[in-house]
């Protein structure tokens, strides 16, 4: 059974970079639908980015030019590269995955209710 583990989340001032990593284990394959999403006390789960099998990026408005989605699957890895960050970046950030789709996203990023495996999260605070 797939299990994910982010690390990389801290406190940054604004327009700093973070980077984030998720680590998948326990499943035999590493061509998967993988995204990550952020949520604050209050608020839904936000969708972020996803990348799929072939390569193919999704990324939020908020986050478009600012943030970079990528994967080792050597490393079974994915890592968000968050750069610019702002204040209202603060949030605990989850990894999401889905065995089910063929490799491909689709819109689950979008879908937060249909993620099928989830990270603990990390957390990451942005101070103006």
């Known amino acids: 059974q797939l299990q994910l583990v982010e690390s990389g989340g801290g406190s940054v001032q604004a327009g700093g970079s973070l980077a984030l990593s998720c680590v998948g284990s326990?499943?035999?394959?590493?061509?998967?639908?993988m995204a990550w999403f952020r949520q604050t006390p209050g608020k839904k789960r936000e969708g972020l980015a996803s990348?799929?099998?072939?390569?193919?990026?999704n990324y939020a408005d908020s986050v478009t030019g600012r943030f970079t989605v990528s994967k080792d699957k050597a490393k079974d890895t994915m890592s968000l590269q968050m750069n610019d960050l702002k204040p209202e970046d603060t949030a605990m950030y989850y990894c999401?995955?889905?065995?089910?789709?063929?490799?491909?996203?689709?819109?689950?990023?979008?879908?937060?209710?249909?993620?099928?495996?989830w990270g603990q999260g990390t957390a990451v605070a942005v101070s103006s």
């Open positions: 999401a995955a889905d065995t089910s789709l063929g490799g491909y996203c689709y819109d689950l990023w979008l879908l937060p209710k249909y993620v099928e495996v």
């Open positions: 326990g499943y035999t394959r590493t061509d998967y639908c």
């Open positions: 990348i799929d099998v072939d390569g193919e990026r």
